[in-house]
């Protein structure tokens, strides 16, 4: 019987559950589903009772694989927000990182001193992600609560009965102090509670017993608090030692290094968030990434691997068009919601290849921006990435040459999952260090860069950033 640790991620759109050995191997996985609710403008929610069955679902069907599990382990998506009584039953949806509703509390905070201080001491950008500025938006609105906390605090509370966080999770809510791992007493202020309503801050390696029956898991079971997704996918894929990035595209996309002390750009182009074990990841997220071609596809009528195929076609540069990708808004470097999209440059020569090649090349210079600012802080010589995005060829060509560095391809890691359970080996003792994960999780391909490419994307790149704060000025008056 196979010796197990069941990785419970708890996403954006799904919850996954995996069964990971030692060597992390993927044995088993189950996959359940929910909705998000966004019918207010700036919402984006989930009923978090549905997130619950949701996990507790595909535990139940992963268990019934006859496997012997040694532990449970918590990962889910950063910044969410939810409030609870005393008892603990939710007294609000869950607030996801999507849900930029904080607008008004976001924009009086930004870019001033203290908005600049509480980002360095938290490494949290002030952006309405953030649950710092979710809870400033509640107060003003009158709505004030016993208890506070994340999805993934929720759900270890309903598994174990222990009202407590983890210090990963924590440093993307903008309220934890990143040198005294404890509650910022200024965030605080700006967020108008007290840490009394907060859950109490303990390691990610932290393990609590099973308190909650689930079929085919012992009660008792260890229960290992975990970390936030992000900072997991860079253990997940093997990204743990200096130098070394972690780069996610899906929908959305990220890139991260890890560091061995907290520390923010001193741009503010960043954020800091700890894994555990003495290991932080320094890096930023964008908002767009394949969302983008899959627009292009839905407005020119295509399917959108029949668009990828023409824009390949194309040569870099795309005819001469630049694309500011920015159709939800953007993160990082600029941490800018109210960001506008833009195609400059278009003839009637272009069509919907050179267009699609354009927003492509767009969301690769716009991580280009996130790898410099990362870069003035960390040194970076490698990339490793994963996620759906890298399917199709003409990303991995692209973003090789906007970044610059070769990209190695972790195809079959379930990269946040696999990450926690590696943390909850390593919190067992079966594991001597975290950095171990960057032998067992191995690449199965390598993307060289085109070298006439990188030198055509890096010459553009000052143009993509005259053009942003342009247009920036522009919507502006």
Avoid at 22 to 46: F, I, N
Avoid at 445 to 452: F, L, N, S, W, Y
């Amino acid at each position: 019987m196979a010796e197990v640790v069941l990785g419970i991620d708890l996403g954006t759109t799904a919850t996954k559950v995996i069964a990971v050995d030692r060597d992390a191997g993927v044995v088993a996985s189950a996959e359940r589903g929910y909705p998000m609710r966004t019918t207010r403008s700036g919402e984006a929610t989930h009923d978090p009772a549905q997130v619950l069955e949701a996990a507790l679902a595909a535990l139940r069907e992963v268990a019934a694989a006859g496997l012997d599990v040694k532990a449970l382990v918590l990962t889910g998506a950063m910044h969410t927000l939810l409030a609870l009584d005393e008892a603990g039953t939710p007294l609000t949806h869950s607030l996801s990182w999507a849900d930029n509703r904080a607008v008004e509390q976001t924009a009086r905070l930004r870019g001033t001193p203290r908005g600049i201080a509480l980002h360095r001491a938290t490494g949290t950008p002030v952006h309405p992600m953030s649950p710092l500025v979710k809870l400033a938006w509640f107060a003003e609105s009158g709505f004030s609560a016993p208890r506070w906390c994340g999805i993934k605090d929720y759900v270890a509370f309903r598994l174990t009965g222990q009202w407590v966080t983890e210090h990963s999770s924590a440093s993307a809510t903008g309220l934890m102090d990143l040198d005294a791992l404890a509650w910022h007493p200024d965030a605080l202020a700006f967020a108008g509670i007290s840490a009394a309503v907060l859950p109490e801050l303990r390691s990610p390696l932290e393990v609590l017993p099973l308190a909650l029956e689930v079929p085919g898991i012992p009660s008792g079971t260890p229960v290992v608090l975990g970390g936030g997704d992000g900072p997991l996918a860079n253990l997940g894929v093997g990204a743990v030692v200096p130098g070394v990035a972690a780069l996610s595209l899906g929908t959305s996309g990220a890139l991260r290094v890890v560091r061995d002390r907290p520390a923010v750009d001193e741009g503010g182009r960043v954020f800091c968030y700890a894994i555990g074990d003495g290991l932080w990841v320094l890096g930023g997220a964008v908002s767009n990434g394949g969302v983008v071609a899959q627009w292009a596809a839905e407005s020119f009528g295509v399917d959108v691997v029949e668009l990828l195929d023409e824009a390949a076609e194309v040569p870099f540069g795309a005819g001469g068009i630049t694309a500011l990708p920015y159709l939800l808004g953007e993160r990082a470097p600029w941490w800018d919601p109210d960001a506008r999209s833009a195609v400059v440059g278009l003839r009637r020569e272009h069509g919907r290849a050179e267009v699609g090649r354009a927003l492509v090349e767009g969301v690769g210079q716009q991580l280009a921006l996130v790898l410099d600012a990362v870069r003035s802080v960390a040194d970076v010589h490698a990339v490793r990435v994963t996620g759906g995005a890298f399917r199709h060829p003409l990303w991995a060509s692209v973003l090789a040459s906007t970044l610059g560095l070769p990209l190695e391809v972790a195809e079959d890691s379930e990269g946040s999952g696999v990450g926690a359970a590696l943390l909850a080996w390593r919190a067992l003792g079966e594991l001597p260090s975290l950095e171990v994960a960057a032998d067992l999780v191995v690449p199965t391909r390598t993307i060289e860069p085109d070298p006439e490419a990188v030198a055509h994307y890096l010459r553009a790149r000052p143009g993509v950033e005259r053009l942003y704060q342009a247009l920036q000025d522009l919507v502006a008056d």
